[in-house]
């Protein structure tokens, strides 16, 4: 006999190592909700793909049953590891979500390397995929000074172990400055640069010392409002 959805969340739940309360506040629903899910009263939801990738496995197979149930590389939902640059990261099952912070806690972050406020400081969860630190956090694009590549309000996820190398997309501040920006790091000989990707604004000419308060890893982006 086929798996049913209301089988296949429950199996990834388990596989995952959450009770049913434990899944609802990662996916940020109600665990009635997964309760109805998991019994069959629910026949379908509009976060299988959320609660997938908390359960760290596919989301077609978590919706249709097609394919192998574990994602590439997910594993056990209690293991982590260590990068090529010897840096921790979480993988997929426990880096399901990371939190949506404003713009203003940035200085704080970058002055005093506290992190612990982030997560009391969410204004919402935004899930990923991309091995990354325990540290990361998610932005909103602030305007369109990095457009095309990246679109005012478009998500940013952010790891702030990362200290960024020449083309990579930096949240920073400038020595002297407090305000924190998204430009592309531009490394020439011994000059850097800090470049917007809309040609209406001007190139950044770093003089000082650059706070990297984190390297872009991606971006992620919610059709469904």
């Not at 309760?35 to 249709?64: F, M």
């Not at 998610?138 to 083309?167: C, K, W, Y």
């Amino acid at each position: 006999m086929s798996m049913t959805l209301s089988d296949r969340i429950q199996l990834a739940r388990k596989n995952a190592g959450l009770t049913q309360k434990g899944l609802a506040d990662k996916v940020g629903i109600s665990q009635t909700a997964v309760h109805k899910l998991e019994c069959g009263r629910s026949r379908s939801s509009r976060r299988t793909v959320s609660i997938a990738l908390t359960c760290g496995v596919d989301p077609i197979w978590l919706d249709t049953g097609r394919g192998d149930m574990l994602l590439p590389g997910g594993g056990s939902s209690s293991a982590a590891g260590v990068g090529e640059d010897e840096q921790p990261y979480r993988p997929f099952p426990l880096i399901a979500r990371v939190p949506l912070i404003k713009w203003e806690l940035i200085d704080t972050m970058c002055a005093s390397d506290d992190f612990d406020q982030i997560d009391s400081e969410a204004i919402d969860w935004i899930p990923v995929a991309p091995r990354t630190s325990k540290r990361c956090y998610a932005l909103t694009v602030p305007d369109d000074s990095m457009e095309p590549e990246f679109s005012e309000r478009e998500i940013l996820i952010v790891d702030p172990t990362q200290e960024g190398v020449h083309n990579q997309y930096l949240v920073a501040r400038l020595e002297g400055d407090s305000r924190p920006t998204f430009k592309q790091l531009i490394i020439l000989g011994n000059r850097r640069y800090l470049k917007p990707l809309n040609a209406r604004y001007p190139l950044i000419d770093v003089e000082g010392k650059i706070d990297v308060c984190g390297v872009v890893v991606c971006k992620y982006k919610d059709y469904v409002v």
